[in-house]
Each structure stands twice: as C-alpha cells, then as structure tokens.
C-alpha cells in the first residue's frame, strides 16, 4: 500500500452518487499514492513475503487489481500460470510492455477476464481491492470470482478497512513501514503532495468501500462463500484484515488443507 487508504469518511463507507468520477479514472493517470520508487518496491516485496505461502505450486492464480505487480514474476516461479488484471487500462498497458512473451503471465483485458471459464482458477488474489468496488457491487464481484474457482480453490482478500480506523492509525502504520524501508523523508512529503492532490475529492464522490469482520463476514456467506480470517494482514498495514475463502459447498476438511499462514 502507498500513501492511501487512510481512514474513512465519517468513519463508514461511502456510495458514490450518480455521475461521480470512478477510482479507475484516478488510477489510469499519474497520482501521488507512492512516495517514490523505493515506496513501491518495498510495497511489494512485502506481499510477495506474505503470500508466498497461499500461492498454489503449479497452480494458476488470478491477481485481481494487481497493480504495477513488481512481485508477479517471484509469484509467477511458484505458480504454473499467472494472471494479471487491473482495470486501469494504463496500469495494463505497463504490464503489458513488461511481460510481451512471458511463458508464465498474461495480462488479461476486460475481455479476457470476462472469457476465463468457471473453474479455471486455483487462487483469487484480491489485495486493497475491496474498498475500491461500491458496496452495491461487491457481492456480484464475490460470485464471479467464485464461479470461477476450481475444486479446490480459494479466494484471499487483503487489506480489508474497517469503517472504525482513524486516520492517525494508518498513517503512523505508513509512516512505520517507511522509517524501516529507508524512505521516511519522502513520505512525509508524499503525504503533503496527496494531500494537496484531488484525492479526497475522488475518494468522497467516488465512495471508499469499508467494512467490519461481521460485515465481511456476511458479504462472503451471502455470496456463497465460507472464509476464515488470517491471524495477520497480507501487506505492509498490520491493523487492517485478510480473509482467505471457500465456497460454502466444497466438503469443511478442504479447509484442513490451506497452508499454515507464513505472514510476519
């Protein structure tokens, strides 16, 4: 995570109202969200150490909203086959560039997402996702990416906000993750250029998805899923959540089988 996410309006989430600007509007064009380079490096090295154990061996894993996905080729050595979607077409474009002919990842198009047939996909990756997607949408998200898992397959939801977060917290826990990456100077000048950046403008009439552990709860079983929080949050923001689901119909002594968290 860069220098976002931080705390929720009012303390609960938000709807966006008819003809707002959309996050994939902000992510398709230049923003202040990481500090600098080593921001995004450290960003994700410290996914790739958390969920290296979750990754399927010669499986095929779907990276929902994966970002610039510096991790995907780390990721890709433990997978059989890696995909990579972010609904940014710039975002798409750049991975596109780095990964022409990579034998292990595709990035998928819209088109090519919505071709993937059911049950082709061992693992789900969702990471700082879920506050991006309307509340209104989230459930028809949750049973697409369902549809899509095989028999044995499983969804990881990271980085989960609670409406309950004060700000002051995930900026200490930034600010953190910064002093140990060697980069500290330049977030607190990230966090001066957001704030003076249109994000709050985007954030408050585009709406910021947050939820309880009861309210995840519920979202995944009414979407016919079974999950299980993780003792520990994917990702370099100790106080926010992870969940790692099921669909509700696979037999419970499956859930015997996910791997032992290997999350610092």
Request: charged share 20%; hydrophobic share 45%.
């Amino acid at each position: 995570m860069g220098f976002h996410d931080v705390g929720t309006p009012n303390g609960r989430p938000t709807t966006p109202p008819q003809g707002a600007p959309d996050w994939v509007d902000f992510w398709n064009r230049p923003n202040a969200i990481y500090a600098n380079r080593r921001n995004l490096e450290a960003h994700f090295a410290c996914l790739q150490r958390d969920l290296d154990a979750y990754l399927p061996a010669g499986g095929t894993v779907l990276d929902f909203g994966c970002g610039d996905a510096l991790a995907a080729e780390a990721m890709a050595e433990r997978c059989g086959t890696l995909y990579l979607y972010d609904a940014a077409p710039a975002v798409r474009d750049r991975l596109a560039a780095r990964f022409p002919d990579h034998p292990r990842i595709k990035v998928l198009t819209d088109a090519d997402l919505a071709a993937l047939p059911a049950g082709s996909v061992d693992l789900v990756l969702a990471v700082s996702v879920l506050q991006y997607i309307p509340r209104a949408d989230a459930g028809d998200v949750l049973r697409r990416w369902r549809g899509l898992l095989s028999g044995k397959g499983r969804i990881l939801i990271a980085d989960v906000v609670d409406p309950r977060t004060p700000m002051l917290r995930d900026v200490a826990s930034q600010l953190a993750m910064a002093r140990r990456n060697g980069f500290l100077m330049a977030a607190l000048f990230g966090i001066g250029r957001l704030a003076l950046s249109d994000y709050r403008r985007v954030r408050r009439e585009a709406g910021f998805s947050a939820y309880t552990p009861e309210e995840m709860g519920d979202l995944l079983a009414e979407a016919g899923l079974h999950a299980a929080p993780l003792p520990h949050n994917v990702g370099p923001t100790p106080h926010r959540r992870s969940f790692l689901a099921r669909p509700a119909a696979q037999p419970a002594a499956q859930a015997a089988e996910d791997p032992a968290p290997n999350v610092q």
